[in-house]
């Protein structure tokens, strides 16, 4: 009986230990597809999908998801940090902090994603993309070394429209009052202008790992 009951437990070990490595692996395969479909030349379906928020802010109109115009970007490309991205439109929901109503934006798991109803190329409004610094397909991880310069492409139908970085800078945002976050959202919110609007966490590890929001702002490059 005892050696039965042993023979027995080995088994099942044995039979877990393959599941976990079949698991693992069909996990790790997903992980590696996404990665190759969000690649802004790849042809493959990107399977849409998103992840915690980081963009919190109150909304300025009162449109809802549905209302909202529909995003144009497919593409953007940065060569100075090798990014050549899809680009997927992200929605958000309302959530509470403290008490009070506040927006909260979804992010793309491995593409970049476009705020749904921030501007598109040609409008002259605020374009506003967001991306993973860490984790998935952290499309955002080397944002940080983009400086003023360096340019940006977006592709619309394989149009390219062009824009040159201005502004870089870091912002404080986790522990603030909600007032400060609001305050701080005015770089996702109309300007009226047109301006390229990147946003990602940072720093992307230790202890203070996301507690900063690194914007990144281009303006337009006139045909030459």
Same mark, same amino acid.
């Given at each position: 009986?005892? %050696?039965?009951? =042993?023979?027995?437990?080995?088994? #099942?070990?044995?039979?877990? /230990?393959?599941?976990? $490595? !079949?698991?693992?692996?069909?996990?790790?395969?997903?992980?590696?597809?996404?990665?190759?479909?969000?690649?802004?030349?790849?042809?493959?379906?990107?399977?849409?999908?998103?992840?915690?928020?980081?963009?919190?802010?109150?909304?300025?109109?009162?449109?809802?998801?549905?209302?909202?115009?529909?995003?144009?970007?497919?593409?953007?490309?940065?060569?100075?940090?090798?990014?050549? %991205?899809?680009? =997927?439109?992200?929605?958000?929901? #309302?959530?509470?902090?403290? /008490?009070?109503?506040? $927006? !909260?934006?979804?992010?793309?798991?491995?593409?970049?994603?476009?705020?749904?109803?921030?501007?598109?190329?040609?409008?002259?409004?605020?374009?506003?993309?967001?991306?993973?610094?860490?984790?998935?397909?952290?499309?955002?991880?080397?944002?940080?070394?983009?400086?003023?310069?360096?340019?940006?492409?977006?592709?619309?139908?394989?149009?390219?429209?062009?824009?040159?970085?201005?502004?870089?800078?870091?912002?404080?945002?986790?522990?603030?009052?909600?007032?400060?976050?609001?305050?701080?959202?005015?770089?996702?919110?109309?300007?009226?202008?047109?301006?390229?609007?990147?946003?990602?966490?940072?720093?992307?590890?230790?202890?203070?790992?996301?507690?900063?929001?690194?914007?990144?702002?281009?303006?337009?490059?006139?045909?030459?």
């Amino acid at each position: 009986m005892r %050696s039965s009951l =042993v023979r027995w437990a080995a088994n #099942m070990l044995l039979v877990t /230990g393959l599941v976990l $490595v !079949v698991l693992a692996g069909g996990m790790l395969a997903s992980a590696e597809y996404q990665r190759y479909a969000a690649r802004g030349d790849s042809d493959l379906p990107l399977l849409v999908q998103f992840h915690m928020p980081f963009t919190e802010a109150a909304r300025s109109s009162g449109e809802s998801t549905s209302e909202a115009e529909q995003s144009k970007i497919e593409r953007i490309v940065i060569p100075q940090i090798d990014v050549d %991205s899809k680009v =997927v439109e992200v929605g958000w929901k #309302m959530g509470r902090l403290n /008490g009070q109503d506040m $927006v !909260v934006w979804d992010v793309a798991h491995y593409a970049v994603g476009h705020h749904q109803g921030s501007g598109n190329p040609g409008e002259g409004e605020n374009i506003v993309l967001a991306g993973h610094v860490s984790g998935y397909g952290k499309v955002f991880r080397d944002l940080i070394e983009v400086a003023p310069g360096d340019e940006i492409t977006l592709y619309h139908n394989q149009h390219p429209y062009r824009y040159r970085v201005q502004e870089h800078f870091l912002i404080d945002e986790q522990g603030l009052p909600l007032e400060q976050r609001q305050e701080n959202a005015h770089y996702i919110e109309p300007t009226g202008y047109e301006v390229l609007t990147l946003v990602t966490c940072w720093p992307p590890t230790g202890n203070e790992k996301f507690q900063q929001r690194l914007i990144v702002q281009a303006l337009p490059i006139a045909d030459e």
